[in-house]
């Protein structure tokens, strides 16, 4: 059920959950579903974001200016699955040595995450033999449609229904202390605060406020959290994306059916990617990273009308008369954008559009990139911003380097070479570009997992080391960035969270 923002809220609950967004709503309406037992879930956001930024989403910018605290992060029912690209792909097994969870112990989840989104069975590796190569494998992420990105759209129906998942809408949270017998919680809402005493807290609002949350918890707790596990905040590193040349085609055709998004029966989107071999000696020198190609444009042709207006499908609002007239002015080609994706069962390139390759990198998780509580600023509610001190370093630079050199082998090596040249863009311009890139929104480790404290902030079943009865779930608890996009990896922790929620719960009878 929703609890409207003047609707009354309990003061004790057994599970919260902090966040109704990509990864804390489907998590909520699972612990619900699992244990049997009422669930409360609170959003700091109403039923949707209407613009592109929240003032809640104000930080201290203290290094390079990370873009993803402004522009990378949404507010309300579904949270940024509002607004997100939807790929989905699980790390590869080689992605996650050293984590304290295995890729075995999340496969089972994989195909709940894919129905949840409506996606299709089946693997993420390429099967085509000309495409693999010693260092280098073809892997295809797997896309919603736009209409089903949006998670709160997903599970609407769902939370309507329940009777034991409640969502709270306008409830920010605004710190956290550790009691004898319970975490107490504090609450901005509309016109009032409001405090509620929780058995179990489950943090899941997004990197960055996670991160955030997790340090007004330790400071409530004079530093002990910070004390146990040194690492609380830091590491925090992002991918990094940029284009390092383009492919001169000789065979345009059979590039845009290699490359361009592939349509399955179901609607679901697939796109080629290359990452590193499992098995390639490279990794002991180049981070995971994934290497695609993509298209150019000046931002007015046909294609970006439509997407546009599908845009808006996920937001759940009406596609804008701008996009709707570009796209009448482009119908010859959306003509030919029907054929391509009913009869080859692909999405065309936009025409004239060069084809670029973006090489994405990981960052090393350097130590002192770190978030941590502003000492001077603080919200509309008196909680402290983040601050945040993040920087693309000479070893990015570097590590950047060195897989466009591997994707340029791996081109020149094999028949991919026959559909187009890989002409490079000079040096310094990719650089200049890497320096000024600000993420891609992939926001990671700054609550890492690991097996120890010393080494992390939550265990392998996200329990904070030094407050047990607080877990901590998102992009922020990976130790590392991995070579794909990192949601699905956090949503596979999520549903696994559930599930020994509800494991626990049988155990105790219920
Ligand atoms: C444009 C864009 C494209 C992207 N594309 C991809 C992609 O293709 N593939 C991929 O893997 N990832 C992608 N990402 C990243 C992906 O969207 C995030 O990893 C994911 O949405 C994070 O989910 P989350 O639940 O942790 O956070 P969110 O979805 O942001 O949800 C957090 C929720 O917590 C609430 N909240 C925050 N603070 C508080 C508080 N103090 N009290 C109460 N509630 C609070 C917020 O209101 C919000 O609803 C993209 C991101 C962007 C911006």
Redesign the pocket.
């Known amino acids: 059920m929703i609890v409207e923002p003047d609707a009354p809220l309990p003061e004790r609950v057994e599970t919260l959950v902090?966040?109704?967004?990509?990864?804390?709503?489907p998590l909520a309406v699972k612990l619900a579903e699992t244990t049997g037992k009422p669930v409360l879930c609170?959003?700091?956001?109403g039923w949707s974001?209407a613009g592109d930024t929240?003032p809640?989403n104000a930080v201290e910018q203290r290094g390079d200016r990370y873009d993803?605290a402004d522009?990378?992060?949404?507010?309300?029912?579904?949270?940024?699955?509002?607004?997100?690209?939807?790929?989905?792909?699980p790390f590869q097994p080689a992605d996650m040595t050293g984590w304290p969870v295995s890729s075995e112990e999340l496969a089972p989840f994989i195909g709940e995450v894919e129905q949840l989104f409506g996606l299709d069975p089946g693997t993420y590796h390429g099967s085509d033999p000309m495409l693999d190569g010693p260092d280098m494998v073809p892997r295809l992420?797997k896309?919603p449609p736009f209409a089903k990105r949006n998670?709160w759209k997903l599970l609407e129906g769902e939370v309507r229904r329940s009777d034991t998942c409640s969502v709270a809408l306008e409830?920010?949270?605004?710190n956290l202390a550790s009691e004898a017998d319970a975490i107490r919680v504090e609450?901005a809402r509309p016109n009032a605060w409001h405090v509620i005493h929780a058995s179990k807290v489950i943090i899941?609002?997004?990197?960055i406020?996670?991160t955030?949350?997790a340090l007004l918890l330790d400071r409530a707790m004079d530093g002990a959290v910070s004390r146990m596990s040194p690492l609380l905040g830091r590491t925090f590193g992002d991918h990094l994306s940029v284009e390092v040349g383009r492919i001169v085609p000789r065979d345009r055709v059979a590039l845009n059916r290699l490359f361009g998004f592939r349509f399955a029966r179901s609607g679901m989107m697939r796109n080629l990617r290359f990452e590193l071999a499992p098995e390639t000696p490279l990794r002991e020198t180049v981070r995971p990273g994934f290497v695609h190609v993509g298209y150019a444009t000046d931002g007015d042709t046909g294609f970006d009308h439509l997407r546009a207006a599908m845009q808006a499908v996920q937001r759940g609002t009406m596609p804008s008369g701008g996009a709707v007239a570009g796209l009448l002015r482009d119908l010859p080609w959306l003509a030919r954008a029907v054929k391509w994706r009913f009869a080859d069962k692909r999405q065309l390139f936009p025409d004239g559009a060069d084809l670029v390759v973006h090489c994405v990198i990981e960052q090393g998780h350097e130590r002192d990139s770190r978030i941590t509580l502003s000492d001077t600023l603080s919200d509309a509610h008196g909680?402290p911003l983040p601050a945040i001190d993040w920087t693309v370093t000479p070893a990015d630079v570097e590590q950047l380097h060195a897989l466009a050199d591997i994707f340029e082998r791996h081109w020149d090596r094999g028949e991919l070479a026959g559909l187009g040249t890989f002409e490079r863009f000079p040096r310094a311009g990719v650089e200049q570009a890497l320096v000024h890139s600000g993420g891609?929104?992939?926001?990671t480790g700054s609550t890492r997992m690991a097996a120890s404290a010393a080494d992390g902030v939550v265990d392998a079943d996200l329990r904070l080391f030094a407050e047990p009865r607080v877990q901590l779930?998102?992009?922020?608890v990976l130790p590392s960035g991995g070579g794909?996009?990192?949601?699905?990896?956090?949503?596979l922790l999520?549903m696994r969270l559930a599930a020994q929620h509800g494991r626990a719960s049988r155990r105790q009878g219920r």
């Open positions: 902090i966040g109704a967004g990509t990864i804390g709503l609170l959003d700091s956001g974001q929240h809640l993803g522009l990378g992060r949404f507010r309300g029912l579904g949270g940024t699955s509002t607004r997100w690209g939807g790929a989905l792909i992420a896309w998670v409830n920010v949270v605004t609450i899941a609002a997004g990197a406020e996670t955030r949350l909680t891609i929104y992939h926001p779930v998102g992009t922020s794909a996009n990192p949601t699905m990896t956090a949503l999520a």
